[in-house]
């Protein structure tokens, strides 16, 4: 599967911004699906993750009650809803795909559980 992400940007703190990844193929539905992000000299890090259904949704604690993670399986597109941006939310934020297994749902914080990655998408929040 291939994945795209979208809708980064700059933005004031308080503000929002939606993150969208596209994936291609006919299976979108036979992954787990997550969002990291990463800072120049920093490891990437996990912010969130959904299951292939949309019923289980899991996230990092610095971005819990702010952000949102969902799906839309007939567009094959995962969103990332965030609000209340932070300084500290900036970042490049990649969306990840890995095949619904019980251990892809075990591990869903691990970086390496995904077997693609989209390219990125950079978001950027002023003070």
């Known amino acids: 599967v291939q994945l795209q992400a979208s809708g980064g940007g700059m933005v004031q703190a308080g503000g929002s911004l939606r993150l969208s990844c596209a994936a291609s193929?006919?299976?979108?539905?036979?992954?787990?699906m997550a969002w990291f992000r990463q800072v120049p000299g920093k490891e990437r890090e996990f912010v969130a993750f959904?299951?292939?259904?949309?019923?289980?949704?899991k996230y990092a604690d610095s971005v819990k009650g702010r952000f949102t993670i969902s799906r839309d399986n007939a567009k094959n597109t995962v969103y990332l809803q965030m609000n209340t941006l932070k300084p500290e939310d900036t970042a490049v934020y990649y969306c990840?795909?890995?095949?619904?297994?019980?251990?892809?749902?075990?591990?869903?914080?691990?970086?390496?559980?995904?077997?693609?990655w989209g390219q990125g998408t950079l978001v950027t929040v002023s003070s």
């Open positions: 990840a795909a890995a095949p619904r297994t019980s251990d892809s749902y075990a591990f869903y914080y691990r970086d390496r559980t995904y077997d693609y």
């Open positions: 959904i299951t292939w259904s949309g019923g289980i949704t």
């Open positions: 193929g006919r299976t979108f539905s036979s992954y787990n």
